[in-house]
Structure formats: structure tokens, C-alpha cells
């Protein structure tokens, strides 16, 4: 059972424009939740978090936006650039001594020039 | 200035061979993981180590052995190679301190099993 899940495969955005990928999660356990950007041959580079106790994360042109009573979080990238092409994963972790990740299954996004 | 390196990055071998995947963290960091990607390209984690002390062990065949001789290194052993083990292996580390719970992981290493 999934316990977070990224229902869009991919993702095709004009440069310059928005690029939103979605998250959905099971567990109201978890209380920290972090992107990852990945590109192929490469391991995940952490992008932003967002921890429960926020709603919104701001680094640059990244934002993450948290609605606890939907369980989802978002990821907004404004404005789009070609080098944004990979796949973005979301993870997510509950407090305790180990932190392990629980990770969705990805979202690759393609930014068109 | 590597963060997280791992070594080799790619490894093809035969089924029922023994391998070695070796891990090194130069942040200073207390926890590392083992993660494995498989061919659904899934994230799914394998070990946890917390200054040397294994402190999850997910459902994982007991042929894969974590092991760390001191807290910048994590090396996972696997005996007795399976078609089934083949997939990209990552490997992760965190700091204990403060309150942020960002993991920085390794370019990882792809294992093929023939």
C-alpha cells in the first residue's frame, strides 16, 4: 500500500510558465515532507521541505504548499526553465529516531523551450 | 568535496555471487541509509544506521548484510546474488542535529544480476 503517492507520470510545461506537481499521502503520521529532484544516473537532490506544523516553504522559485486535512502538498516552480527537466520525487517522514523516507513513486517533468 | 559517494557506481555480476557496496559520508553526519530503487523506479528503504548501530531493518532477504565500521561509512554485502536483486542502490545520510530531517544521498549504484 502506498502510502504516498504521485498520480501524474509526467508533466510538459512551457518555459516561463508554472509547473505545479502534486502529492497525496495516507498516514496523518508523518510531520516532515520533502521534494527531491533526480536526474537520470544521478541520486535525488533535496529541493525544499515543509514541516506539519507550516502550510507554506519558500526558497527562490520553488514553494511548497501543505494542506494537512487534504493530505496533499504541492510544488510550485515559477517561472519554468529547461533545466527543471527531471524527475521530482515527494517524500515524507515521521518523527522518530530513524526518519526513514517514504517515497512517491515520481512525477518527470518536461519544460519545453 | 563529494557529500555522499558510493563505489562502484555500476556492478554486473553473476546470480549467486557475493558483492560488496561500499558508502562514505563527509558531512558529519550521524544516520545513514540504505535505499533501493527497483525497476518500478520506487524508493524504498532497505537500512538504517545511527552512529554504527543498525536501527531499522525493513523486510529485506537476510543475504544483504549492512555493515559500518564507523559513522562515515555504510557498506551493504550481498551474498548468494538473485535475478530479483538487480535495481539502483542509493545510499543516504542525515544529521541528528537541529530540526531538519533532510537526507542527502549518493549518485547511487547500479547492480545488474545475470
Known amino acids: 500500500d502506498q502510502q504516498v503517492k504521485q498520480n501524474s507520470p509526467s508533466l510538459s510545461v512551457q518555459e516561463g510558465r508554472i509547473s505545479i506537481l502534486n502529492c497525496d499521502y495516507t498516514?496523518?503520521?508523518?510531520?516532515?515532507f520533502l521534494w527531491y529532484k533526480k536526474y537520470p544516473a544521478e541520486g535525488p537532490t533535496f529541493l525544499i521541505s515543509?514541516?506539519?506544523?507550516?502550510d507554506k516553504n519558500e526558497d527562490g522559485r520553488f514553494t511548497v504548499f501543505l494542506n494537512k486535512s487534504a493530505k496533499h502538498l504541492s510544488l510550485h516552480i515559477v517561472p519554468s526553465q529547461p533545466g527543471d527537466s527531471a524527475v521530482y520525487f515527494c517524500?515524507?517522514?515521521?518523527?522518530?529516531?530513524?526518519?526513514?523516507?517514504?517515497f512517491g513513486s515520481g512525477t518527470q517533468l518536461t519544460v519545453l523551450p | 568535496d563529494t557529500a555522499v559517494s558510493q563505489t562502484p557506481k555500476y556492478l554486473v555480476t553473476q546470480m549467486g555471487n557475493d558483492k560488496s557496496i561500499k558508502c562514505e559520508q563527509n558531512?558529519?553526519?550521524?544516520?545513514m541509509y540504505w535505499y533501493k530503487q527497483d525497476s518500478k523506479k520506487f524508493l524504498k528503504i532497505m537500512f538504517s544506521?545511527?552512529?554504527?548501530?543498525?536501527?531499522i531493518n525493513e523486510t529485506v532477504p537476510n543475504r544483504f548484510s549492512p555493515k559500518s565500521p564507523d559513522k562515515a561509512h555504510l557498506n551493504l554485502h550481498i551474498n548468494s546474488l538473485e535475478l530479483g536483486d538487480s535495481a539502483v542502490y542509493f545510499c543516504?545520510?542525515?544529521?541528528?542535529?537541529?530540526?531538519?530531517?533532510?537526507?542527502?544521498f549518493g549518485p547511487g549504484t547500479r547492480l545488474t544480476v545475470l
Open positions: 543516504a545520510s542525515r544529521s541528528e542535529r537541529g530540526t531538519t530531517y533532510t537526507q542527502y
Open positions: 498516514n496523518s503520521m508523518f510531520d516532515y
Open positions: 515543509i514541516s506539519s506544523i507550516k
Open positions: 517524500a515524507a517522514s515521521i518523527s522518530g529516531s530513524a526518519r526513514q523516507l517514504t
Open positions: 558531512l558529519g553526519h550521524d544516520t
Open positions: 544506521y545511527n552512529n554504527k548501530e543498525l536501527i
